[in-house]
């Protein structure tokens, strides 16, 4: 049961365009979507993180916008670079819930 | 980097033999995870624990044992290695069980069932 879907699944953008991945969640009961970010050969990390009490968030090029009433949230990277290429993960968690469900992950390259 | 350290970094074991990944952590933290990474799946939780001793299913346990008998070491066992267990095993880690509290994890364990 896949309780986050995320797309793309890859995606190819030019550098200094804006890349956005969607995810979806199910669980109502989500109240925590992070974001992290892994680079090959290195383990997970957290990027940005949000609460469904907002309905966007910014750090740096960063940025989540989340819509509660469709389940849905995103991450948007302005002027994106190289060194963005990567791949995203979105995730979701409820309260005292200490376990996280996350989406299937997005490939993304940055071509100069 | 947070304070984890995976071993072994990459083996390769014959279908039917056991096999045990080790988690450090440094951090004191209470939660410790075991993930797997495919392609097409994202990162799915094996099994994590909340204490020493301590310990609970995830969603893709089958054919995984876990064991946690101080707080700084959680071990995963594959107890008849399977081809299907080939994956990228990541341990995690994190301070409280509260939502928004970040999961920190390791750099992995490539493992490779012939």
């Known amino acids: 049961q896949q309780q986050v879907k995320q797309s793309p699944q890859s995606l190819i953008v030019q550098k200094g365009g804006i890349p956005i991945i969607n995810c979806a969640y199910e669980n109502t009961a989500f109240d925590y979507f992070p974001w992290y970010q892994q680079f090959p050969g290195k383990g997970p990390a957290l990027l940005i993180a949000i609460r469904p009490d907002v309905s966007e968030k910014k750090e740096g090029r960063f940025t989540i916008s989340f819509n509660k009433s469709a389940k849905q949230f995103s991450l948007h990277i302005m002027d994106s670079q190289p060194g963005d290429s990567a791949t995203y993960f979105c995730a979701g968690s409820n309260f005292g819930n200490e376990k996280l469900t996350f989406g299937t992950g997005t490939r993304l390259t940055i071509i100069p | 980097d947070a304070g984890i350290t995976q071993s072994p970094r990459h083996k390769v074991t014959e279908t039917g033999t056991p096999v045990t990944l080790r988690c450090h952590q440094t951090e004191n933290h209470r939660y410790m995870y075991w993930y797997r990474q495919d392609p097409g799946h994202g990162l799915r939780l094996i099994h994590y624990?909340?204490?020493?001793?301590?310990?609970d299913k995830g969603e893709v346990s089958d054919g995984y044992s876990v064991s946690r008998s101080k707080t700084e070491d959680f071990l995963l066992t594959l107890e008849s290695a399977t081809s299907s267990q080939t994956s990228v095993y990541f341990c995690?880690?994190?301070?409280?069980?509260?939502?928004?509290?970040?999961?920190?994890f390791g750099e992995g364990s490539w493992l490779t069932v012939v």
């Open positions: 995690a880690i994190s301070l409280s069980a509260y939502s928004g509290n970040t999961i920190y």
């Open positions: 624990s909340y204490g020493v001793k301590d310990t």
